[in-house]
């Protein structure tokens, strides 16, 4: 066993577990931010200019993690019980238009930060290390999130999910950022709470920490190829 960022982890096959992190990479919705009711409400205004049903929050917490269209999609696919790929691109379009409409209004009025987030970025912050989100959430909205959230101040680059042609899983996000800071893949480590954020950190060849609180489609993260896991944020701390 090894530690790093002052937690166990038991180093996995043909992977190099490097002390000295220089940048830390995180996911926004579902590891720094709690904004399931934001979303929640947003889509439920959606499908009620849509005379269709509403859905739970546990419901919308289960499609968040790919973006805003895609739970558009699973959500316009669930109420009316069809296939995702069903979906007409008009009427796709159509309950966008109104989804960000709504979620311009209540983005980060609800939203709260995970217990621990505040103090843990500010105390690597002190130490000098360079920190990052990697979010599938659209350019519109994540930076008045973070800010909502009083976060913005610690991060010296914000990838969101319209900012480059893909997103997580696929790991363009990652290597924009591995370039932006011109630092070795073995002083940088991604954290994040669902598949698409450890897939795209394994694509990448960084090492990765899943939070087990978030999201991820309502599967069980410690199924995940994570390189270590933390029931909470604080945990990721150096020792």
């Not at 009711?37 to 993690?65: C, F, P, R, Y």
């Not at 009316?80 to 311009?104: C, D, G, P, R, W």
């Not at 920490?209 to 978030?214: A, E, L, N, S």
């Amino acid at each position: 066993m090894r530690r790093l960022l002052g937690i166990a982890i038991k180093i996995m096959p043909n992977q190099i577990i490097n002390q000295h992190i220089q940048v830390i990479f995180f996911d926004l919705d579902g590891t720094l931010v709690d904004s399931s009711q934001d979303i929640a409400h947003a889509t439920n205004h959606m499908l009620q200019e849509l005379h269709l049903k509403s859905v739970t929050l546990e419901q919308v917490q289960h499609w968040i993690g790919n973006g805003s269209h895609q739970l558009v999609i699973r959500t316009l696919a669930f109420v009316t019980q069809v296939n995702e790929n069903q979906i007409s691109q008009q009427n796709l379009a159509a309950a966008m238009i109104i989804f960000n409409k709504h979620y311009a209004l209540c983005s980060g009025l609800t939203s709260c930060l995970y217990e621990g987030v505040f103090e843990t970025l500010t105390h690597f912050k002190k130490q000098n290390i360079k920190m990052c989100v990697i979010t599938n959430k659209p350019e519109e909205f994540t930076p008045r999130v973070l800010k909502a959230n009083g976060i913005d101040q610690f991060f010296d680059l914000v990838v969101s999910g319209d900012s480059l042609a893909t997103k997580k899983p696929d790991p363009a996000q990652l290597f924009f950022a591995l370039d932006y800071f011109d630092v070795d893949k073995q002083r940088v480590i991604m954290v994040g709470d669902s598949k698409s954020d450890i897939l795209a950190a394994n694509e990448a060849g960084i090492n990765s920490i899943c939070v087990t609180y978030g999201y991820n489609h309502g599967e069980d993260p410690r199924l995940l190829q994570a390189t270590a896991f933390v029931d909470s944020f604080s945990n990721i701390t150096t020792i």
